[in-house]
């Protein structure tokens, strides 16, 4: 079955140190997008990646990072610079580049992941 | 800078009825997407229903369908019958032009309960 998964379900970190989530898609999508939702929040972009090795920094880049080496994978680092990670992310993916398809592409989304700082 | 607001933190209906989640946003744009996603407790988000600001029909999928008016900027997601299923978080979400790269806008979401 195509879809996005994303790994673990449930993450810990202690504080100053860094952790990686796992986002994985074979839909054969283009560009892929991580996203940070708090309670009583809208979702709000921290990176995207359009193209392999190609990323572009969202509203609320600063303490995160990312890495696009391969079509199917867009892995989120947090790191200990980000000082209140504790939140539920989101990774989603889109048919087709934006240049090309203009308008046409639906962001389809992973099931998350939720982080815990103890 | 865009903005999606979403005035109703919580609904209520009863099961078999018909509700009504309101959605406004603010653009200059002429040319953008609207989305409506459901979050159920599992917390995959799913896409419900989208609809393109150049077209003038309000789009309809089985028991969902919007009332799109741009000039006054409000994009509401009407459920008929509603269902025990339907009970979830309702996200409206804005889809910037191309000068913007596509990134979404999103309200703060509805909670919305089904009474059986």
């Known amino acids: 079955d195509g879809g996005i998964t994303q790994s673990p379900k449930y993450l810990f970190r202690k504080e100053g140190q860094n952790v990686t989530l796992s986002c994985e898609q074979n839909?054969?999508?283009?560009?892929m997008y991580w996203y940070r939702q708090d309670p009583g929040q809208g979702l709000r972009l921290i990176y995207y990646?359009?193209?392999?090795?190609?990323?572009q920094k969202g509203d609320i880049a600063e303490g995160y990072s990312v890495s696009r080496e391969k079509k199917e994978s867009f892995p989120l680092t947090v790191t200990s610079a980000q000082k209140n990670p504790t939140a539920f992310y989101l990774c989603?993916?889109?048919?087709?580049?934006?240049?090309?398809?203009?308008?046409?592409?639906?962001?389809?989304f992973g099931p998350g992941t939720r982080l815990t700082v103890l | 800078a865009q903005t999606v607001t979403q005035s109703q933190p919580e609904m209520s209906v009863q099961e078999a009825e018909t509700v009504t989640l309101s959605c406004t946003y603010d653009?200059?744009?002429?040319?953008?997407?609207l989305f409506w996603y459901k979050q159920p407790p599992s917390r995959q988000m799913i896409l419900v229903i989208r609809?393109?600001?150049?077209k003038q029909q309000n789009a309809t999928e089985n028991r969902f369908s919007v009332n799109f008016q741009k000039a006054a900027k409000s994009f509401s997601l009407k459920i008929s019958d509603s269902q025990l299923g339907d009970a979830a978080m309702y996200f409206c979400?804005?889809?910037?032009?191309?000068?913007?790269?596509?990134?979404?806008?999103w309200g703060a979401g509805t909670k919305l309960i089904i009474k059986p």
């Open positions: 989603a993916s889109t048919v087709r580049l934006a240049g090309i398809s203009v308008g046409t592409d639906t962001q389809y």
């Open positions: 839909l054969n999508h283009d560009a």
């Open positions: 990646s359009q193209i392999v090795n190609d990323f």
């Open positions: 653009t200059s744009e002429s040319d953008y997407y």
């Open positions: 609809q393109e600001a150049y």
């Open positions: 979400a804005y889809r910037r032009g191309p000068g913007s790269n596509y990134q979404l806008i």
